[in-house]
T-cell receptor
Framework: QKEVEQDPGPLSVPEGAIVSLNCTYSNSAFQYFMWYRQYSRKGPELLMYTYSSGNKEDGRFTAQVDKSSKYISLFIRDSQPSDSATYLCAMTGTGTASKLTFGTGTRLQVTL | GAVVSQHPSRVICKSGTSVKIECRSLDFQATTMFWYRQFPKKSLMLMATSNEGSKATYEQGVEKDKFLINHASLTLSTLTVTSAHPEDSSFYIC????????????FGPGTRLTVT
């Protein structure tokens, strides 16, 4: 079993839709949960991070963490074609310079 | 925000030659740098962790004699792929950690290596 599971997609939605991206994990030591966006042939860009359980909102993006279920989500409201990218979840423990454990990434396509 | 650069962005080399990739943190000092490899439609695979002035720590299955990592300063790490073969063709990405919090890793734009 992989430490982090993420549906690779692709996920295709019309412009304006609400997108839900999810990851499950098995390591209960993970405390920091991140979402990265990666455009084709580019490096990942940090979108949001959450510490422990709870919700965090930033503009059109909302990140949720449910540690009891070992389940994290990223919601994108009013999706735009520019949101088309691969979204990777990542997790780490509490130490600084901790290794990140990534999901496989979900490829999202927002169509006009 | 913090910026990490990589050079070159793309390189093509012949089988048997060596290739050096540079990773620089442009506006902050990176206590730790990480090197990843990414295959098409796959996630990032951590290859090694490097700290300035010390030997890199390689992940299981990564050949340290083939992928030489040098972290000469707090703003520069290099990855040298020695005696490259076609199976080494991949997208190599570095990240730099400012050391402030576990999630503050900033990624470079990646280097596409093609070995012919």
């Amino acid at each position: 079993q992989k430490e982090v599971e993420q549906d690779p997609g692709p996920l295709s939605v019309p412009e304006g839709a609400i997108v839900s991206l999810n990851c499950t994990y098995s390591n209960s030591a993970f405390q920091y949960f991140m979402w990265y966006r990666q455009y084709s042939r580019k490096g990942p860009e940090l979108l949001m991070y959450t510490y422990s359980s709870g919700n965090k909102e930033d503009g059109r993006f909302t990140a949720q963490v449910d540690k009891s279920s070992k389940y994290i989500s990223l919601f994108i409201r009013d999706s735009q074609p520019s949101d088309s990218a691969t979204y990777l979840c990542a997790m780490t423990g509490t130490g600084t310079a901790s290794k990140l454990t990534f999901g496989t990434g979900t490829r999202l396509q927002v169509t006009l | 925000g913090a910026v990490v650069s990589q050079h070159p962005s793309r390189v093509i080399c012949k089988s048997g030659t060596s290739v050096k990739i540079e990773c620089r943190s442009l506006d902050f000092q990176a206590t730790t740098m990480f090197w990843y490899r990414q295959f098409p439609k796959k996630s990032l695979m951590l290859m090694a962790t490097s700290n300035e002035g010390s030997k890199a720590t390689y992940e299981q299955g990564v050949e340290k004699d083939k992928f030489l990592i040098n972290h000469a300063s707090l703003t520069l790490s290099t990855l040298t792929v020695t005696s490259a073969h076609p199976e080494d063709s991949s997208f190599y990405i570095c990240s730099a950690d400012s050391g402030r919090t576990p999630f503050e890793q900033y990624f470079g734009p990646g280097t596409r290596l093609t070995v012919t």
